[in-house]
């Protein structure tokens, strides 16, 4: 007969217990009420010395009546207290004050979070783990070491960019990419010029990127490639799409900087670039004006991001440019452009009139060694470094893309061994956080945006603690990593909360949406939830409604709607456009729209159940608080386990691509 | 026969030469049809791929054989000033390439 001997991990075992008991009563111990009285109540209450002795009074009357230790908590106003307890939670505290007959109402005092970090995964962590910068490292507060970060996490806690359209100037989009379908209206295709098209016509309503790739043939045949050089396509308005607009808090990808923004997508350039007439035909149509033989823009913009250019020549000339962006202002929207990555001055159109200019910046807050300078910069805003020039990228930038290297083949995304780096991937945080202060105050011109994005941007570091030479005017010898100056780099770093907080108004409620993209497939349940919301200090959510805008065929409600959650359950493929409507304690009511892409029915095989879509690149969360159809985290399991395959896959052909694209492409 | 498929390959993919080029009218021209056959005729050139920005400004390609010939037709753009207030080559803008992460500069 075997001796029963104690498992030496009981003591541990009986230690978690006490620590998980003891927190248990903590959390008991620490029930907190919000509790409004009735004003006559007050009005009596309000008899004593103080409006604190008053709810010092009530606090202590309703100890008395209901015969729960209670203690009270913060004065808010006249009418609002913090009423804490033991030996119960929140919930069952606010509905046991509730009943009081001079309580008007009792609500938990939930505790939000200043932060307004997405759950999008690749936020979070979307660079290899040998890398310093994590994930979008670029969108974070900056730190004595990452200066240049812009902080869009303040930003997002001060607007939504709801309602504003970013109007992308550039090789057209991956229309398909998931972390973009639902933020895309359909544009338009400016390329006129059947050469360079590479889509078998000439200007047209599909404003898809069908590649860009050049061969060494098209370059040696000379005409309208000879000055171009083999390359593969680049994805590149995909990617400047992604910085302004990828859906944010949709549980896979990365977070655009622009919050809800909308991207209207202009494809003005083809195979190796695109001419001046298509592009300002484009900036014009954006902003709502007519161009001859194109339907009229139902999405007008007001913010339009160009990042492309050219060095300048004995040629270049600025007067159609600034001609064109006057048109744009007086329109009441804004041209962000790239300042170039020769070193040099800066680029056309940036340096026009009336343009905002944007420069790169390295994480570490000099300028980075490609960027073009000059007086005409405005701002600087990172535009990703690595640090070294062998192995991963340290401080790449993040964005979406496609795998092709002709035409499309997959979604995917940037990161540190496939980076996107240059200039072109700085004016989209500039035209992002544009989009946030025109959604936080839509009254702004042209001149006003320019000036608070100027006024709020942070100083560059002295020269003598960046231990490099400052940065001079340019010349016709490039200029490599150097000290920023206002004079050659713009008015300082981007600050996406500075810029929101210098036009927005102050004490609003943020709603905020969470929700997991993979888990909205037809037949499933997938839940929204808004305890991301940001709330202002004293505020407090009264009521919560949620309702279907459109697309009520996709998918139906299938849980109350007047939680901080919502359930829904997808019936059909499309989109479902849901918005929550929460009411503070002051009556006043905000809104917010999310649009979800349903994707198509589970089908069963072997026992096993795979989604038909909806995404290619679905990552686990972590914070998915969705779910509900039994066999969906096995689903979810099973998802995760073939996009890790799939993205080991990509990755080792990225990185072959990139291989290539090394040998071939010369420093431009 | 590799060389001649290379060959082939490369006549099929040649686009037609030519000279991109911007024209802006002093009156306004509501049919880019019109302007076509205006810039066509002054130039002594063919012409392709037109289209408007506004209905003054209008950007086409005239289909020229060489270097001379399309600088010569732009001349006589130029040159009409009454039809024309500005005749210029239409530019070229790409994207802006991202440097290497293996250069210098990106470090």
């Known amino acids: 007969m075997k001796s029963i001997r104690p498992l030496p991990c009981l003591p541990f075992v009986a230690l978690l217990v006490m620590a998980l008991s003891t927190a248990s009563a903590s959390a008991a111990d620490a029930a907190r009420v919000i509790v409004k009285f009735k004003a006559s109540t007050n009005a009596q209450a309000m008899s004593a010395a103080s409006s604190t002795q008053a709810a010092t009074r009530h606090a202590q009357a309703l100890s008395q009546r209901t015969g729960l230790a209670l203690t009270d908590g913060r004065v808010i106003n006249s009418h609002l207290q913090v009423v804490r307890a033991t030996g119960l939670n929140s919930a069952q ?17 939930e505790r939000r979070h200043a932060t307004a970090a997405p759950n999008d995964p690749r936020y979070a962590a979307g660079q290899s783990a040998s890398t310093p910068a994590v994930g979008q490292w670029y969108l974070r507060a900056p730190t004595s070491t990452v200066l240049s970060s812009i902080n869009a996490e303040g930003a997002w806690t001060q607007a939504t960019g709801a309602g504003v359209v970013v109007a992308v100037l550039d090789t057209g989009v991956r229309f398909e ?9 359909p544009g338009y295709d400016f390329v006129i010029d059947t050469a360079i098209s590479n889509d078998g016509d000439a200007r047209d309503s599909n404003a898809a990127d069908p590649g860009d790739w050049v061969t060494s043939a098209e370059v040696s045949a000379g005409g309208d490639f000879a000055d171009c050089s083999a390359e593969d396509s680049s994805w590149h308005g995909t990617q400047t799409a992604g910085l302004i607009g990828a859906a944010a808090n949709n549980g896979i990808g990365m977070a655009g900087v622009g919050g809800d923004v909308m991207i209207l997508p202009l494809r003005v350039l083809g195979k190796c670039g695109g001419y001046d007439s298509d592009i ?23 913010v339009l991001n160009l990042s492309l250019g050219s060095a300048l020549t004995s040629s ?16 009441g929207a804004i041209v962000v452009a790239s300042a170039g ?3 040099l001055a800066v680029n056309l159109p940036a340096r026009c009139s009336g343009a905002i200019a944007v420069a790169g910046v390295r994480h570490a807050g000099t300028k980075v060694g490609y960027s073009s300078l000059g007086p005409q910069v405005s701002i600087s805003a990172p535009a990703g470094n690595c640090v070294v020039t062998t192995g991963l990228c340290q401080y790449a930038l993040l964005t979406t893309t496609d795998s092709g290297t002709t035409v499309a083949a997959s979604s995917t995304y940037t990161d540190a061994s496939n980076p996107s780096l240059g200039t072109s991937f700085s004016a989209p945080m500039v035209a992002g956080t544009a989009a946030l202060m025109f959604s936080a105050k839509p009254s702004l011109t042209a001149a006003e945006v320019l000036s608070k994005l100027k006024s709020s941007a942070r100083a560059f570091p002295s020269v003598a603690s960046t231990g490099v030479a400052s940065c001079q005017a340019p010349t016709s010898t490039a200029q490599d990593e150097c000290a920023c100056t206002t004079t050659t780099c713009g008015a300082g770093f981007l600050d996406a909360s500075a810029a929101v ?16 993209t993979s888990t909205a497939i037809v037949g499933a349940s997938f839940t929204l939830d808004s305890s991301r919301s940001v709330l202002p200090t004293g505020r407090t959510v009264q009521t919560y409604a949620w309702n279907i805008v459109s697309g009520s065929t996709n998918a139906t409600v299938t849980s109350a709607t007047d939680a901080s ?7 059909t493929q499309g989109t479902v456009v849901v918005r929550l409507s929460l009411t503070d304690d002051l009556n006043n009511v905000t809104t917010r729209d999310v649009s979800i892409g349903v994707g198509g029915p589970a089908s069963s095989s072997g026992g096993t159940t795979t989604p038909t879509t909806p995404t290619t690149t679905t990552l686990p969360t972590g914070n998915s608080s969705g779910g509900g159809a039994l066999g969906l985290h096995w689903l979810l399991g099973l998802t995760m386990a073939i996009v890790v395959l799939a993205e080991r896959n990509r990755r080792l052909q990225l990185k072959k691509t990139w291989a290539r694209a090394a040998r071939r492409l010369p420093l431009k | 026969m590799m060389t001649a498929v290379a060959a082939c390959a490369q006549t099929l993919q040649a686009p037609a030469p030519g ?26 050139l063919p012409v392709r791929d037109a289209g408007a920005s506004t209905t003054q400004l209008f950007a086409m390609t005239l289909i020229c054989p060489d270097e001379a010939t399309c600088s010569a037709g732009l001349r006589r753009l130029v040159e009409a000033r009454d039809v024309f207030a500005q005749a210029r080559v239409d530019e070229r803008r790409t994207i802006i390439r991202p440097p290497l992460p293996s250069a210098s500069a990106a470090r």
Not at chain 1, 93 to 109: G, I, P
Not at chain 1, 501 to 516: C, L, M
Not at chain 1, 565 to 571: E, H, K
């Open chain 1, 341 to 343: 990555n020769d070193g």
């Open chain 1, 316 to 331: 270049s000339d600025c007067t159609a440019y600034a001609d064109t962006i006057s048109k744009v202002n007086l329109a």
């Open chain 1, 565 to 571: 959650t919502v359930i829904l359950t997808g019936s």
């Open chain 1, 177 to 185: 990419h998931p972390d973009l379908a639902v933020k895309l209206y």
């Open chain 1, 93 to 109: 505290l606010a509905a046991r004050l509730a009943k009081e007959s001079d309580v008007e109402y009792a609500v938990v005092d």
């Open chain 1, 501 to 516: 907080a210098s036009v927005a108004t102050t004490g609003q409620i943020i709603p905020v949406i969470s929700f997991d």
């Open chain 2, 19 to 44: 000279l991109r080029v911007q024209v802006q009218t002093q009156a306004e021209w509501t049919n880019v049809a019109d302007v076509v056959a205006r810039v066509s005729q002054i130039a002594g």
């Open chain 1, 280 to 302: 300002m035909a484009a900036m014009l149509w954006a902003v709502g004006q007519t161009v001859s033989g194109i339907p009229t823009n139902t999405h007008p913009a007001k």
